[in-house]
């Protein structure tokens, strides 16, 4: 099912939040492997005997965690440091030790089933169970002997050392348990499900390689250099108001667009980053697009730059589809140093990353707020939870071209996008679809409900765009998964329905739109055991909205949802690009002297943002 089409995508994820949102992105492609109907090389290729994302990413240090250089979770492949021998300076010299980052359990769950599988399959001569079992006698004598040594010296160290004791102790208690149960389930046993291991990855995660659960080629990773992330924040700022919206910024230290330039000025680091690229496209059979997960808001805005007009040059045919994650919204302090320079970082990479995309989408969470998702309970101030939104936002929307439905990249674009002066587009999603069965769907694409553009049923994903209900979107795109092609007809008349056809039912309903398509799927998009549990509990393991007040489902992540996604072309895109002029020529240059813009330059950015917004205005209708 992974070689049966030659079309190719590569994908570069730039940033720290578009990482986030990738690795919810490939977990959930790793997920639905065994779906027949998505072409899985048109993402991945093969390494060894894996299957890995055909990926360039991205980012500071510090955002790596335990994924090593070689492109696997810790203890299988870990990097080693330089040491203090390598050095060419002459004079004293010392070892600075860094301690090996602190993997969590879903991480050494990985490593644990992964050793398990190797010595089912004669790999490995000893058994990882015993091995564990082994290690905690070994911290059990260490941790008795502390204790007796504790009563004779109860200084900080002992008290350190007895800490790290019981963590260890901890870990391999629970470890040893998760072990038992995978023992028992490759053995063919029946398992409780109420032992089976469940991840608080909520509150472990502090980067996205925490739970990033494919593997990555080494080809793929590049870590910035000079710029780093000390012990980045999973939680965001929690915003009092709208108008007195926070900034959140968790790359302080790479916040100047110009700065993602500075990379493609040391031959060096150019040679680096297009060697990446290069070792993926050189074998690539025919490159159907290429896509980028980016972090406008900061100096990967410039990175972004740099690597379009690469790929620009290379594959000038070759459409270009691009993600940009916003993280905060576009109101904020105009006060406050750091959001004046995302919205310049903001204005500057709209105004030049417009005229290199064939297809822009803007994606945020920060504009939106609890009530925003009917079925889902989740923590806004989580990175680790938003994100997971636009990863299956952005798994839905890209099913097209991933599948047997007829449609490449330049056709998933040109369906959108019917002038290269208008390609910016809004997404909604609906994480979960929101019904009780199929059926229902019936009454959800009713001609009395509102249209799908201003649909209380779907969660506008691109900030500051208006909503209205006469505006007519010029194309739109629709993919709806895990409902069947055919409904019951027996409810049709009940809503007024001439078919029973989902394809048909979309097309009505969307019919005041000029160009339309939509796509169905039968099989719902299988979840990863990666993903948060943010599904409110009316949510029922199948996805659908259960009825029944009994079902338990505390802790328990649904196998599987009904998914939606709606991309759009529409004049409302114009609220959203009037807000970013408005808010970039609001302000003063003259305080961002390390951005190297003269005043001209300035104002003639601020001109082209207006003229970008205007070409949306509905008085050019």
Known sequence: IFWNTPMEVITFQLGHLSSFVGTHFWNIQEANANNN????????????????????????????????????MGNRGQASLPTAEASL????????????????????????????MAHKAG??????????????????????????????????LMKMRLE????????????????????????????????????????????????????????????????????????????????????????????????????????????????????????????????????????????????????????????????SIYGNSLTGDSYNMANQKRLLNLGMSMANLSELATLYIPMSFRHLN????????????????????????????????????????HGFASSLVTDSRKNICAVDVALPLGIENPNALYKTLSADSDPMHASHWM?????????????????????????????????????????????????????????????????????PISFPNIFASSVGKNGFISTSASEDRAGVLPESVPLASHVYNTPQIFSHLDLLARSVKNLQISDHHEYGMAEDSFKNLGEQLTVLAESYSTRHF
């Open 459 to 527: 969660t506008p994903l691109t900030p500051s765009v208006t909503r209205e209900r006469h505006t007519f979107p010029d194309t739109s795109q629709v993919v709806m998964t895990g409902i069947p092609e055919l409904l019951d007809y027996s409810d049709a008349s009940k809503y007024g329905a001439r078919t029973n056809d989902v394809g048909r039912l979309l097309d009505q309903y969307m019919v005041s739109v000029p160009r339309r398509v939509s796509y169905t799927f039968k099989s719902g998009v299988s979840l």
């Open 164 to 323: 790290e004791l019981e963590e260890q102790k901890k870990d391999l208690e629970e470890d040893i348990q998760r072990m038992l149960v995978r023992k028992r389930q490759l053995e063919g046993q029946e398992v409780d499900p109420s032992t089976k291991a469940i991840f608080s990855l909520s509150k472990s995660v502090k980067t996205w390689s925490d739970y990033l659960k494919v593997y990555m080629d080494p080809h793929s990773l590049y870590e910035v250099p000079f710029y780093s992330i000390a012990d980045p924040p999973v939680k965001i700022p929690s915003l009092p108001s709208p108008s007195t919206e926070l900034s959140y910024d968790p790359l302080s230290n790479f916040n100047v667009y110009p700065q993602g330039h500075e990379l493609f000025k040391d031959i060096d680091e150019q040679e680096a980053l297009e060697e990446k690229f290069h070792w993926f496209l050189e074998e690539c059979d025919k490159v159907q697009g290429v896509q980028f997960f980016s972090d406008v808001a900061t100096g990967f805005g410039g990175v972004t730059q740099d690597f379009m007009e690469m790929v620009k040059s290379e594959l000038p045919r070759t459409p270009i589809l691009l993600y």
């Open 370 to 409: 609890k009530q925003s998702f009917q079925q889902l309970d989740m923590d806004m101030t989580n990175m680790y939870e938003t994100s997971s939104v636009l990863g299956a936002a952005i798994h839905s929307l890209t099913s097209p071209f991933r599948s047997d439905c007829g449609v490449d990249v």
């Open 123 to 156: 790999k490995t001569n000893e058994d990882p169970l015993i091995q564990k079992q082994n290690k905690l006698k070994s911290v059990l004598k260490e941790l008795a002997e502390a204790h007796e040594g504790a009563k004779v010296y109860s200084g900080l």
């Open 37 to 72: 109907s998505v072409k899985h090389k048109a993402l991945f290729r093969a390494s060894k005997d894996k299957l890995v994302p055909r990926l360039v990413l991205v980012d500071l240090k510090g955002s790596f965690g335990s994924l090593s250089k070689e492109g696997v």
């Open 89 to 116: 300076w002459g004079g004293n010299s010392y070892l600075a030790e860094q301690q090996p980052y602190k993997k969590n359990s879903f991480l050494r769950a990985l490593d644990d089933a992964s050793e398990q």
